[in-house]
Nanobody
Framework: VQLQASGGGLVQAGGSLRLSCAAS????????MGWFRQAPGKEREFAAA????????EYADSVKGRFAISRDNNKNMVYLQMNSLKPEDTAVYYC???????????????WGQGTLVTVSS
């Protein structure tokens, strides 16, 4: 599976962005898809994940209620809708694919190249 993230940019606090992740490969629908982020000087952290069917979603406490992850298996796409953005959401956001884990980055098999989100105060 090859992944390519897009949609990052500069936004003011309180604004919204939607990230997209395009996946190649016929087995896309078999994977849990996740979004992780890495802020400057910090370790990469889990943000959100969605099951292969889209029926289960998981979120980090820091984004719960503000972010929404979704997927379209017909289009091989994953999305992260980010609302009420805060300066602390500034990070490089990565999409990734996992066979059986939602939260642990080390258990994700494939990674996209990342897209930068900058939230100004």
């Amino acid at each position: 599976v090859q992944l390519q993230a897009s949609g990052g940019g500069l936004v003011q606090a309180g604004g919204s962005l939607r990230l997209s992740c395009a996946a190649s490969g016929r087995t896309f629908s078999r994977y849990i898809m996740g979004w992780f982020r890495q802020a400057p000087g910090k370790e990469r952290e889990f943000a959100a994940a969605v099951s292969w069917s889209g029926g289960r979603t998981e979120y980090a406490d820091s984004v719960k209620g503000r972010f929404a992850i979704s997927r379209d298996n017909n289009k091989n796409m994953v999305y992260l809708q980010m609302n009420s953005l805060k300066p602390e959401d500034t990070a490089v956001y990565y999409c990734a694919a996992s066979r059986d884990d939602y939260y642990t980055s080390e258990l994700y098999d494939y990674w996209g190249q990342g897209t930068l989100v900058t939230v100004s105060s």
